[in-house]
């Protein structure tokens, strides 16, 4: 009589278990079940909680107050906006105005960041030893009390409009912030800015070109006079056939205060130095530390090829380096950006405090704005991670990584 081979149990129901339970058996999986019992039961206690409470105080849930009128006013607006206009645009009004802060303050934080690492990691003893200074003492003082500083003891500490500081009769500075000439466009605007971004793909591309051709023969191609060419010479032809681009209207004092040109609030000159500087003292240990990361050799061998300190930092450590010091670096534009949200403190008119703030105190929607201010945050957030991602693997790819 023939045997029948004996079938290797079913690894199906273990695997369940495990991935049900975190562990094999059975009493992992019923673990595992009454903690998604527990969550759900604490869940339903915090929807119920908060709709009694939403009864008690007569305030009906739901997103319909977005079209009710806000009734106030925004020091600062990137599109038009007046007290009539319903929460919808003071909700896009707050957002434009933490990422004009935080784009401006990522830019300026990453190019104070990485010269005060070049700084510190320089040659020169006293550049050396002043860098460290302001990472030492930038870092280890809270970012709110930068901002106060920035705001209390600099910019109030300024003279009113009358006594203010004047550049060229042009641009003036004075405790209600920065007054310059505001750009109106014209009808060459158009050919101006075409030919302008003509001009800098032009040298994009022709830096691009001399890049690839020293690393693969070595030959070294100036290519800066023709890139500036350019760059200045396309816009000019544009302006000698079609005209200016744009006419200035240059602010006058009338009164107490400026008429016409752009004003820069105090509370974004604040913000924004505070964030620049708060930022920039932790990225350059992020970059001094990605630096150091790369051989020495590799500085070394640069040298005998006869390129200056700059270029090989530029050409050779750099983009290694990068590797090093892009993830920090991501975590720092995120905490940048939510650092702004304490310019609630000086008044300057973000998503915190004219959405979060002024907005909930008025509806009292206190779920639903909450809730769409945390979606905003993390949307910016996860925005920011996948550029930097995507950065980071275009790095890689070039450097064969």
Same mark, same amino acid.
């Given at each position: 009589?023939?045997?029948?081979?004996?079938?290797?149990? @079913?690894?199906?129901?273990?695997?369940? *278990?495990?991935?049900?339970?975190?562990?094999?058996?059975?009493? !992992?999986?019923?673990?595992?079940?009454?903690?998604?019992?527990?969550?759900?039961?604490?869940?339903?206690?915090?929807?119920?909680?908060?709709?009694?409470?939403?009864?008690?105080?007569?305030?009906?849930?739901?997103?319909?107050?977005?079209?009710?009128?806000?009734?106030?006013?925004?020091? *600062?607006?990137?599109?038009?906006?007046? !007290?009539?206009?319903?929460?919808?645009?003071?909700?896009?009004?707050?957002?434009?105005?933490?990422?004009?802060?935080?784009?401006?303050?990522?830019?300026?934080?990453?190019?104070?960041?990485? $010269?005060? =690492?070049?700084?510190?990691?320089?040659?020169?003893?006293? $550049?050396?030893?002043? +860098?460290?200074?302001?990472?030492?003492?930038?870092?280890?003082?809270? $970012?709110?009390?930068?901002?106060?500083?920035?705001?209390?003891?600099?910019?109030?500490?300024?003279?009113?409009?009358?006594?203010?500081?004047?550049?060229?009769?042009?641009?003036?500075?004075?405790?209600?912030?920065?007054?310059?000439?505001?750009?109106?466009?014209?009808?060459?605007?158009?050919? #101006?800015?075409?030919?302008?971004?003509?001009?800098?793909?032009?040298?994009?591309?022709?830096?691009?070109?001399?890049?690839?051709?020293?690393?693969?023969? !070595?030959?070294?191609?100036?290519?800066?006079?023709?890139?500036?060419?350019?760059?200045?010479?396309?816009?000019?032809? @544009?302006?000698?056939?079609?005209?200016?681009?744009?006419?200035?209207?240059?602010?006058?004092?009338?009164? #107490?205060?400026?008429?016409?040109?752009?004003?820069?609030?105090?509370?974004?000159?604040?913000?924004?130095?505070?964030?620049?500087?708060?930022?920039?003292?932790?990225?350059?240990?992020?970059?001094?530390?990605?630096?150091?990361?790369?051989?020495?050799?590799?500085?070394?061998?640069?040298?005998?090829?006869?390129?200056?300190?700059?270029?090989?930092?530029?050409?050779?450590?750099?983009?290694?380096?990068?590797?090093?010091?892009?993830?920090?670096?991501?975590?720092?534009?995120?905490?940048?950006?939510?650092?702004? @949200?304490?310019?609630?403190?000086?008044?300057?008119?973000?998503?915190?405090?004219?959405?979060?703030?002024?907005? $909930?105190?008025?509806?009292?929607? =206190?779920?639903?704005?909450?809730?769409?201010?945390? !979606?905003?945050?993390?949307?910016? +957030?996860?925005?920011?991670? =996948?550029?930097?991602? #995507?950065?980071?693997?275009?790095?890689?790819?070039?450097?064969?990584?």
């Amino acid at each position: 009589m023939a045997i029948e081979p004996r079938k290797p149990p @079913s690894q199906l129901l273990p695997r369940l *278990q495990r991935a049900l339970g975190g562990r094999a058996g059975w009493s !992992g999986f019923v673990l595992q079940l009454l903690f998604v019992a527990a969550l759900a039961w604490i869940s339903y206690e915090i929807v119920a909680n908060a709709r009694a409470n939403l009864q008690a105080q007569r305030i009906t849930a739901g997103f319909g107050f977005l079209a009710n009128n806000a009734g106030f006013d925004v020091s *600062q607006s990137l599109i038009p906006y007046s !007290g009539s206009d319903p929460y919808t645009r003071v909700f896009v009004v707050g957002l434009l105005n933490t990422l004009l802060v935080s784009v401006i303050g990522i830019f300026f934080a990453t190019l104070i960041g990485f $010269l005060v =690492a070049l700084g510190r990691l320089s040659p020169n003893w006293l $550049l050396a030893r002043i +860098s460290g200074g302001y990472v030492e003492l930038i870092r280890n003082l809270p $970012l709110l009390f930068q901002i106060l500083f920035w705001y209390l003891a600099v910019l109030a500490a300024l003279p009113n409009p009358r006594q203010s500081i004047s550049v060229f009769d042009s641009f003036f500075l004075s405790n209600r912030g920065l007054v310059i000439p505001k750009p109106i466009g014209e009808a060459g605007f158009e050919p #101006f800015v075409v030919a302008l971004l003509v001009a800098i793909v032009a040298a994009i591309m022709l830096w691009r070109y001399a890049r690839r051709q020293l690393f693969q023969s !070595g030959k070294v191609i100036k290519v800066w006079p023709y890139a500036l060419g350019m760059v200045v010479g396309l816009p000019l032809l @544009s302006v000698l056939i079609f005209g200016a681009p744009v006419t200035f209207e240059v602010p006058v004092l009338r009164g #107490f205060n400026f008429a016409g040109g752009s004003r820069l609030i105090p509370e974004f000159v604040a913000l924004t130095l505070a964030l620049s500087t708060y930022t920039a003292a932790f990225i350059a240990e992020i970059v001094r530390a990605g630096i150091l990361s790369v051989h020495k050799g590799q500085m070394e061998a640069g040298s005998s090829l006869g390129l200056q300190r700059g270029s090989v930092l530029r050409l050779i450590v750099i983009p290694q380096a990068m590797r090093v010091i892009l993830p920090p670096l991501t975590n720092q534009y995120l905490n940048l950006t939510k650092n702004s @949200s304490l310019a609630v403190a000086i008044g300057y008119p973000d998503l915190v405090s004219v959405f979060a703030g002024t907005t $909930l105190s008025q509806t009292g929607q =206190a779920i639903e704005i909450i809730g769409i201010t945390m !979606g905003v945050y993390l949307l910016i +957030s996860l925005v920011t991670s =996948a550029i930097m991602s #995507f950065y980071g693997w275009r790095i890689s790819r070039s450097m064969g990584g």
